[in-house]
T-cell receptor, first 115, second 115 residues
Framework: DSGVTQTPKHLITATGQRVTLRCSPR?????VYWYQQSLDQGLQFLIQ???????AKGNILERFSAQQFPDLHSELNLSSLELGDSALYFC??????????????FGEGSWLTVV | GDSVTQMEGPVTLSEEAFLTINCTYT??????LFWYVQYPGEGLQLLLK?????DKGSNKGFEATYRKETTSFHLEKGSVQVSDSAVYFC??????????????FGQGTRLTINP
């Protein structure tokens, strides 16, 4: 158990809908990351927050948005869903900021299926 | 941009065989290097890491040495067990700008160990 908690574990929704994925980082961790794992794209970095502020953006679509709240939990909002958005979405967290050797701890992921 | 290339899988071995999974990288700076493992139905777990050239990361009998001259970080284990069956991901984290840290993953190598 990494200490990173993600909900829901599984989600099935229709095209055009909107969903919210929730993440609680490890106790004491200030950075939260979101990654997408799909069969065709592999593991892709989406976005990073540190103590409530956006730090880095990766291949995140405009239909997707995220935020980190004062209690450090984070939400990833996915809207106007398409079949291609079906994937495993990972949240991850780390404590230190600004160090490439930081260990990043991953949750078990949220499986999203768009039908 | 930064990239990681892993040997293509799947890899199938017999129990107690020697394992090598090749990983090479391209990066502009001096990255930190990681191996993550994903067991069936679970999230990503850090297996080992190395943060500078010639460092050796080790855990659970697995080892990998950061080779700057060959830009490689090959994963090895002397005697694999059935419980090592999983997908293994090599990843790098390059220089940090304004606190941003991004893991770039290889495509993953599926390992199956037969008894």
């Amino acid at each position: 158990d990494s200490g990173v908690t993600q909900t829901p574990k599984h989600l099935i929704t229709a095209t055009g809908q909107r969903v919210t994925l929730r993440c609680s980082p490890r106790s004491g961790d200030l950075s939260v990351y979101w990654y997408q794992q799909s069969l065709d794209q592999g593991l892709q970095f989406l976005i990073q927050y540190y103590n409530g502020e956006e730090r880095a953006k990766g291949n995140i679509l405009e239909r997707f948005s995220a935020q980190q709240f004062p209690d450090l939990h984070s939400e990833l909002n996915l809207s106007s869903l398409e079949l291609g958005d079906s994937a495993l979405y990972f949240c991850a967290s780390s404590f230190r900021d600004g160090y490439s050797g930081n260990t990043i701890y991953f949750g078990e992921g949220s499986w999203l299926t768009v039908v | 941009g930064d990239s990681v290339t892993q040997m293509e899988g799947p890899v199938t071995l017999s129990e107690e065989a020697f394992l090598t999974i090749n990983c090479t990288y391209t990066a502009t700076g001096y990255p930190s290097l990681f191996w993550y493992v994903q067991y069936p139905g679970e999230g990503l777990q850090l297996l080992l890491k190395a943060t500078k050239a010639d460092d050796k990361g080790s855990n659970k009998g697995f080892e990998a040495t950061y080779r700057k001259e060959t830009t490689s970080f090959h994963l090895e284990k002397g005697s694999v067990q059935v419980s090592d069956s999983a997908v293994y991901f090599c990843a790098l984290s390059d220089r940090v700008i304004q606190g941003a840290q991004k893991l770039v993953f290889g495509q993953g190598t599926r390992l199956t160990i037969n008894p």
